[in-house]
Structures are given as C-alpha cells and as structure tokens.
Nanobody, 123 residues
C-alpha cells in the first residue's frame, strides 16, 4: 500500500492550501485516515483524523475552525483544506491510513504513512 500526498508549498500567513492524499496498491476494507505533521525540532503530532464513514472527525485545538478534513471512501482519498494559515503551521504534513481501525486519534493505530509534503507559511 502506498499513500501519495500532494498540495504542499509556500504560502503567506493568512493564505490557504489544500493537501490531498491517495491510497493505492490494494483495496482497504474500512480504513480510518488522517493527517499528522512534524515541525522542525518537534515530535510528530495529530492534525486531523476522519472515520471511515466520513461522519466523525477530530481536530487538534490549534487548527479548529481553520482546517477541514474530508474523504472520498470510494477512492480512498483524504483531503485537508487549510485556511488562515499561520507561521506555526509550518511543518511536514503526513497522511496516514489504518488497516485496523475505522477511526483513531493514536498515531500507533495507523499502519500506512505517506512520505510527507512540506508546508511553509511565511509571516
């Protein structure tokens, strides 16, 4: 299974970016999916996760009201719309998928990880 993320780049503070991630290689059963990020010198952290059905979502406090996670279950894709970006959002963003959980906030529950896409927000 491979996860391919795209959409990162350089943007000014207050701007927007949309990240997309597509899973390929085989058909998942009912995977929970999510986005995580790692800033320089910091541990990787959860940004947003979404259940297999797309009904349940969770956002870390710092992105609530600014980021929106969505998915297309039929295509095994997950997107992250990021608005009102701040310099502290600068990080490498990773998409992830779980083969074992329909929904999870725990990084250890995710079985597949994309290579990451850089998001840089200039102030």
């Amino acid at each position: 299974v491979q996860l391919q993320a795209s959409g990162g780049g350089l943007v000014q503070a207050g701007g927007s970016l949309r990240l997309s991630c597509t899973a390929s290689g085989r058909t998942f059963s009912r995977p929970g999916m999510g986005w995580f990020r790692q800033a320089p010198g910091k541990e990787r952290e959860l940004v947003a996760v979404i259940s297999w059905s797309g009904i349940t979502t969770y956002y870390t406090d710092s992105v609530k009201g600014r980021f929106t996670i969505s998915r297309d279950g039929a295509k095994n894709t997950v997107d992250l719309q990021m608005n009102s970006l701040k310099s502290e959002d600068t990080a490498v963003y990773y998409c992830a998928a779980s083969d074992r959980y329909l929904y999870s906030k725990s990084q250890s529950d995710y079985d597949y990880w994309g290579r990451g896409t850089q998001v840089t927000v200039s102030s």
